[in-house]
């Protein structure tokens, strides 16, 4: 029931910076968490970072340090800002909530958006 947009991919060298934008839509007053997860070719997706409600955050061993994640609730919007990027972070960025319905925890993801880092 909620509708994810992401945006703010796109192609950058090795040690720059990108920031990505997720807007949320529908019914978001039961969200509990929103985040970013990433897919590589032949990879898993994986959590890159998450916040909750309460502000606590997550991050992935391989982008603390260089990641934040941040929210702006007036827009119903979550922000990934990525510094020092790698070539190993380029993937497909999708954006996540975590939400209850009835008791009942649900999750959404948005399209995705490339990210692509150059050596």
């Known amino acids: 029931q909620v509708q994810l947009v992401e945006s703010g991919g796109g192609l950058v060298q090795s040690g720059g910076s990108l920031r990505l934008s997720c807007a949320a839509s529908?019914?978001?007053?039961?969200?509990?968490?929103m985040g970013w997860y990433r897919q590589a070719p032949g990879k898993q997706r994986e959590l890159v970072a998450d916040?909750?409600?309460?502000?606590?955050?997550n991050y992935a061993d391989s982008v603390k340090g260089r990641f934040t994640i941040s929210r702006d609730n007036a827009k119903n919007t979550v922000y990934l800002q990525m510094n020092s990027l790698k070539p190993e972070d380029t993937a497909v960025y999708y954006c996540?909530?975590?939400?209850?319905?009835?008791?009942?925890?649900?999750?959404?993801w948005g399209q995705g958006t490339q990210v692509t880092v150059s050596s």
């Open positions: 529908g019914s978001i007053f039961s969200i509990y968490a």
């Open positions: 916040i909750t409600i309460g502000g606590s955050t």
């Open positions: 996540n909530t975590k939400y209850y319905k009835n008791s009942v925890l649900f999750g959404s």
